[in-house]
């Protein structure tokens, strides 16, 4: 049981937007920022969406970031094969500890 | 390059030990914070541990705490993990990642090693 809440599924079309939702409390979303990973199968996760929705470098402006209260969101759009891969948001708890949620799997139809 | 190259992964029996290694280069180890995080087969990531720059601060997930010792040697660029009593539910490809400093509040994992697979079976 991850501390973050996300669905374990997502799907959409080429071109469409597609969002993933990440619900946590108030020890941790609620009082730290949020990042987002994306992982290609059987790679090691990639930094995609840092500090709520901010990008690292090279990352497109397909993906972007917003957080609220206890829950932050990932959209993509114009969505592209390429972004099947599984999806983590993260962030720290109040006691120094990192959270992950259980990770969304997107499949492009 | 920056890279984390991380080693000592295998087989091991409940109740056994093992030490997991993490090589850092391409950039000054001795200044960031370093942390592990592991994923289970077919299960997301999990935070292990982290340790400060100086290994003055250190933290467990509590799924590991007593059991587990997070290390580093600055003079030779490595993170280690020390895991005691392993359990079945250890088993997981386990990743070292060095933080990305966005914020005086918080940090994210911009670097991570290719992981290292460890095993607890009988």
């Known amino acids: 049981q991850s501390v973050l809440t996300q669905p374990p599924s997502a799907s959409g079309t080429p071109g469409q937007r597609v969002t993933i939702s990440c619900s946590g409390s108030s020890s941790n979303i609620g009082s730290n920022t949020v990042n987002w990973y994306q992982q290609l199968p059987g790679t090691a996760p990639k930094l995609l969406i840092y500090s709520n929705n901010q990008r690292p470098s090279g990352v497109p402006d397909r993906f972007s970031g917003s957080k609220s209260g206890t829950s932050a969101s990932l959209a993509i759009s114009g969505l592209q094969s390429e972004d099947e891969a599984d999806y983590y948001c993260a962030a720290w708890d109040d006691s120094l500890k990192g959270v992950f949620g259980g990770g969304t799997k997107l499949t492009v139809l | 390059e920056v890279q984390l190259v991380e080693s000592g992964g295998g087989l091991v029996k409940p109740g056994g030990s093992l030490r997991l290694s993490c090589a850092a280069s391409?950039?000054?180890?001795?200044?960031?914070?370093m942390n592990w995080v592991r994923q289970a087969p077919g299960k997301g990531l999990e935070w292990v541990s982290s340790i400060s720059s100086s290994s003055s601060y250190i933290y467990y997930a509590d799924s590991v705490k007593g059991r587990f010792t997070i290390s580093r040697d600055n003079a030779k660029n490595s993170l280690y993990l020390q895991m005691n009593s392993l359990r079945a539910e250890d088993t997981a490809v386990y990743y070292c990642?060095?933080?990305?400093?966005?914020?005086?509040?918080?940090?994210?994992?911009?670097?991570w090693g290719q992981g290292t697979m460890v095993t607890v079976s009988s």
């Open positions: 391409g950039f000054t180890f001795s200044s960031y914070s």
């Open positions: 990642a060095r933080p990305y400093y966005y914020d005086s509040s918080g940090y994210a994992f911009d670097i």
